[in-house]
Nanobody, 122 residues
């Protein structure tokens, strides 16, 4: 499985960004797809995840109401739409995937990772 993220960048507080993750194969429709982030000096944390079969979603409390995870199976792509960004959202954002339907936000559960895309809010 290969994952390639894009869409990061520099944005002002209160702004928006949309991250994209293109996955190889039929990953989007079968596996859990998750977005994670890691700020300097901090542990990697789960942000949002979406189940491959049913499309159900889960979010970290810190992003509920501001971030939305979605997918386009025809394009093999998962998105993370981010609104109302603040400095605490500054981090490297990673796309990850794992087989199965238990799509929680524990980073250690995910098997495959992209290289990440940097989001800086300043």
């Amino acid at each position: 499985v290969q994952l390639v993220e894009s869409g990061g960048g520099l944005v002002q507080p209160g702004g928006s960004l949309r991250l994209s993750c293109v996955a190889s194969g039929d990953t989007i429709g079968r596996y859990c797809m998750g977005w994670f982030r890691q700020a300097p000096g901090k542990e990697r944390e789960g942000v949002a995840a979406i189940m491959g079969l049913l499309g159900s979603t889960v979010y970290a409390d810190s992003v509920k109401g501001r971030f939305t995870i979605s997918r386009d199976k025809d394009k093999d792509t998962v998105y993370l739409q981010m609104h109302s960004l603040n400095s605490e959202d500054t981090a490297m954002y990673y796309c990850a995937t794992k087989p199965g339907t238990d799509c929680r936000l524990g980073a250690s559960d995910y098997s495959y990772w992209g290289q990440g895309t940097q989001v800086t809010v300043s």
